[in-house]
Every structure is written in C-alpha cells, then in structure tokens.
C-alpha cells in the first residue's frame, strides 16, 4: 500500500478501535437508549458502517475504469477542505437517503463491532490495490461534494467518525 495512504488507513483503524473500546463495557440499554428524536450509540455505529460499506462498493466499481477518470485537483482540494470544516463544526446533516436505507437494525455491539471489521479489511484490501500513479483519480463519490480522490475517502472516513464522536459522548453522559 502506498505510504500515505498506509499512514490513513491506520489512523482511522485506530479511531475505530478506540470509538468501540469506549463503548464495548456499556450494557445494551446504555447502547441502545436514545434521547428524544436522537439516535442511539449502536446506531450511530451502525450509520458510519453503513456509509463506509457504500463508499467501499463504489470505489470497488469505479477502480475497474480508473484509467478512464479524470485526476483531481486543485477544484476538489478545495471541496475537501469544505468537507472538513462541514464535519467539524456542530452543523447537523440528514443522512443521505442512500444511507438510511443501507443501515443495519442491529443492535448488538459486538455483532456491529464485526461488521465494521468486515468493512475495514475490505477497504484496506481495495487500498493495497491502488497504484501511485492512479491516487489521484477521483474515484470516490461523496454525496454531497461529489467525485474525489482516494485519499480524500479515507480522510472522509476520519472526519465522519469525529463528526458523530460527540453525538456518542453526549449520550454516554
């Protein structure tokens, strides 16, 4: 895997593995409980697996014509830097529709925790596959900024978990 994108993967590897050991003592109704209108820690959990296994099925098809994309640039830096400041800043988004309709019921963290895992080796298995010279490619669709590169993805992957970070704190409280 490219350095770069060995240095992301395992930082966002390691934000996963801190979120759920934070949450893995707590019993199910803690997991469970929502505040009014609000979703619960487990499905907070079940919405960012949700959103990253969709990512991972369209890169998975759109790195099948990656010589056929256009290359990112300073256009979609750009975007990237709004993206971020979008997931920093307490702004509240609906979840794409797409996304709502892909996230799992389940309630159960440890089974939630597996899914996840699942998800994460299937994306660190499409990023071993990316040559140097096509990290570039926008190859990545976001929903709201649209195509990006790869890099961007995992960058996304990062600020999408810290954005909901505080949503999980709040009801941990």
């Known amino acids: 895997m490219n350095k770069q994108l060995q240095k992301l993967y ?8 801190n979120l759920l050991s934070s949450v893995q003592n707590l019993p199910a109704d803690k997991l469970n409980g ?3 209108g609000k979703w619960s820690i ?18 998975e098809k759109k790195i099948q014509g990656v010589n056929d ?7 979609e830096e750009l975007k990237m830097i709004l993206l971020i400041l979008s ?3 307490p702004f509240k988004f609906r979840a794409p529709k797409v996304v709502v309709e892909n996230t799992a019921k389940e309630t159960e963290l440890s089974k ?3 899914n996840w895992g699942i998800v994460r080796t299937d994306f660190k298995k499409l990023l071993d596959g990316i040559e140097d010279q096509h990290l570039r490619r926008k ?4 929903v709201r900024v649209g195509m990006m590169n790869i890099t961007h993805a ?13 949503q999980i704190k709040k009801l941990l409280k």
């Open 10 to 17: 395992d930082s966002i590897e390691a934000q996963r593995i």
């Open 34 to 36: 929502r505040l009014q």
């Open 42 to 59: 487990n499905q907070i959990i079940a919405h960012l697996i949700a959103a990253e296994r969709l990512t991972v099925t369209y890169i």
């Open 69 to 75: 994309v256009d290359d990112s640039g300073l256009r």
């Open 87 to 89: 997931q920093r800043l």
């Open 112 to 114: 939630l925790a597996d």
């Open 139 to 142: 190859i990545y669709k976001h």
């Open 154 to 166: 995992v960058k996304f992957f990062r600020e999408h978990v810290s954005h909901h970070t505080p």
